[in-house]
């Protein structure tokens, strides 16, 4: 059966983005995403069957603290291809990447990027 596990608003003050100050300031990054992944029918009801919400506010954690990111683009496949690579019976993530700080010439309250990652996505690239 296939079971979605969904975090919102994960919260890290990081270090991402192309300008030198975004680098260097950093910004609060607010991380979302969905996790697809199989469960045995049975299994549904086992603890240790299903993902440990921990876990996964962990791995996200060690990629977004881990590595500065020039673009929310390549922060958020990092975040994505981590979770296909360390949770085998992951078929597909969503991740998302919003920021409010907005170095622009005008008014913006944020920006999101958001990808959708499959198993078969990584065997392209």
Do not use: N, W
């Not at 983005?17 to 045995?40: A, F, I, K, N, T």
């Not at 440990?52 to 881990?66: F, L, N, P, R």
């Not at 920021?99 to 078969?120: A, D, F, K, N």
């Amino acid at each position: 059966m296939l079971c979605t596990l969904k975090l919102e608003g994960m919260r890290f003050h990081a270090f991402h983005g192309s300008l030198e100050v975004e680098r260097e300031l950093g910004q609060v990054l607010e991380v979302s995403l969905c996790v697809s992944y199989d469960v045995p029918l049975a299994d549904l009801g086992k603890p240790d069957s299903v993902y440990a919400y921990a876990e996964i506010y962990e791995t996200v954690q060690k990629v977004v603290m881990g590595t500065k990111y020039e673009t929310m683009e390549g922060l958020t496949f990092a975040i994505a291809k981590k979770l296909l690579d360390d949770y085998a019976e992951t078929e597909m993530v969503e991740a998302s990447v919003k920021r409010g700080q907005l170095y622009v010439p005008g008014v913006l309250s944020s920006s999101e990027v958001t990808l959708m990652v499959t198993r078969e996505d990584l065997l392209e690239g």
